[in-house]
Every structure is written in structure tokens, then in C-alpha cells.
């Protein structure tokens, strides 16, 4: 009689054992698998579509609203220039730089501004500050301080604008101007070969005739 009393306890117990412990399984498998479906749900609802291109376009024009709420367009030569990355180019670059993520793209959203001849980089930078709609996380010099620098000339500012980043580059209309002949002569050396003695020789002189431009201008 006592040993089949013990019996039954040892089943009770087994099976209140194994109902717990595999609850716990169970449960613990939910959850993990909860959360990987929540991070490929995440992950998916990140990938760089025409939806998402539409999303940010909206958000980017939002984003000259406040330029011209600060009223930027006082300082401008002409109006913004604007762009969000196509999801071809965007793919491509994610893919050369073995990037994770499109966020991790410094230039998916971007602004270009032309600074009007009587104004100056200041003049633009106090304005952007004066906006509590946005944060300018830096600033930065692209090809400016260097002398013999011959390519691309600009001030590109890194924006936080509702939990996306947009790069604005700023450049005057000389600096505007050199982009585009650069540009020219880069296509040149690039048909007609880099150490195209004529071609190499024009270039160093509009580049030293540039910088002593900009610098007395």
C-alpha cells in the first residue's frame, strides 16, 4: 500500500515537473522567437524602397519649409537645390562600402544652397542656428583650406531633422562655377588620358587662378 502511494507521488510529482519545466521551455522559445520575428519585421520594414523614398521626400520638403520660415532664401542666389537617393544609387553605395544599414549613408537626403555674392558662409550658419526645428550636428570644409586642392569646394553640413540626418552643402557662386569646370576637365583627362600634359597644365592654372580669386575676393 505504501508503495503505491509512493508511485503516485513520484507521478504527481513528475508530471508538475515537467509542466513547469516545460512551460518554461515553451515560453522561452515564444519569446525568442517573438523576438527575432520583431527584429526581422524591424529589419524588413528598413530596407530602402520607392515607399521609403516617398516617405523622406515628404519629410525633406518639410525641411525647406523651415529654410524658409528662418527666411534662408533672403541669402541666396537662386532657390534650394534638393534630392533623396534613388533606391538603385543607394543600393549600389550600401553595397560598395559593405554598409548595414541606408541609414548608415551620410547623403540619402540633401540640400544644396548657392550663397548669394554679397553674403557670406557666417550668414548662413547664424541663420541655420536661429532654428529650433532642427540641429546641426557639424560643419565642415570640403576642399577649401587646401591650396592646391583642384576638385569639388564646399561647406557641408550634417542635419538632424525629425530622426533623419540631411546633408547641406553650402557653396558660393564662384566656388558653384568651379565644381562645373572641375567637373569638365575631370571628363577631359578621363577620354583623353590623366597625364594629358596640355590638359594637366590648364588645370593647375585655373587652379591657382581660382584660388587667388577666391582668396582677394
Known amino acids: 500500500m505504501n508503495s503505491f502511494i509512493t508511485i503516485i507521488l513520484i507521478h504527481i510529482f513528475v508530471l508538475h515537473f515537467v509542466s513547469i519545466f516545460g512551460?518554461?521551455?515553451?515560453n522561452n522559445e515564444?519569446?525568442?522567437?517573438?523576438?527575432?520575428?520583431?527584429?526581422?519585421?524591424?529589419?524588413?520594414?528598413?530596407?530602402?524602397?520607392?515607399e521609403k523614398r516617398h516617405q523622406?521626400?515628404?519629410?525633406?520638403?518639410?525641411?525647406?519649409?523651415?529654410?524658409d520660415y528662418i527666411k534662408m532664401n533672403t541669402l541666396?542666389?537662386?532657390?534650394?537645390?534638393?534630392?533623396?537617393?534613388?533606391?538603385?544609387?543607394?543600393?549600389r553605395k550600401i553595397k560598395a562600402r559593405n554598409y548595414k544599414s541606408w541609414r548608415d549613408l551620410s547623403d540619402y537626403c540633401g540640400v544644396s544652397i548657392l550663397i548669394h555674392p554679397s553674403k557670406n558662409i557666417n550668414d548662413i550658419l547664424d541663420r541655420l542656428h536661429s532654428s529650433k526645428q532642427f540641429k546641426i550636428v557639424i560643419c565642415e570644409k570640403r576642399g577649401i583650406d587646401?591650396?592646391?586642392?583642384?576638385?569639388?569646394?564646399?561647406?557641408?553640413?550634417d542635419i538632424e531633422y525629425k530622426e533623419i540626418h540631411i546633408e547641406l552643402q553650402i557653396r558660393?557662386?564662384?566656388?558653384?562655377?568651379?565644381?562645373?569646370?572641375?567637373?569638365e576637365e575631370y571628363e577631359n583627362s578621363r577620354v583623353h588620358g590623366y597625364d594629358n600634359i596640355n590638359i594637366s597644365l590648364k588645370y593647375k592654372i585655373?587652379?591657382?587662378?581660382?584660388?587667388?580669386?577666391?582668396?582677394?575676393?
Do not use: P
Open 76 to 91: 541666396l542666389y537662386k532657390e534650394y537645390s534638393s534630392r533623396v537617393k534613388t533606391v538603385h544609387s543607394s543600393h
Open 206 to 217: 585655373l587652379t591657382l587662378i581660382f584660388k587667388l580669386t577666391e582668396y582677394f575676393i
Open 172 to 183: 558660393t557662386v564662384l566656388q558653384d562655377y568651379w565644381n562645373v569646370l572641375t567637373h
Open 56 to 67: 523622406l521626400g515628404i519629410i525633406l520638403n518639410n525641411f525647406l519649409k523651415e529654410l
Open 146 to 157: 587646401e591650396w592646391f586642392h583642384t576638385g569639388y569646394r564646399a561647406v557641408h553640413c
Open 23 to 26: 512551460y518554461r521551455i515553451v
Open 30 to 50: 515564444t519569446s525568442c522567437l517573438l523576438d527575432y520575428r520583431t527584429k526581422m519585421v524591424s529589419k524588413e520594414n528598413d530596407i530602402y524602397t520607392e
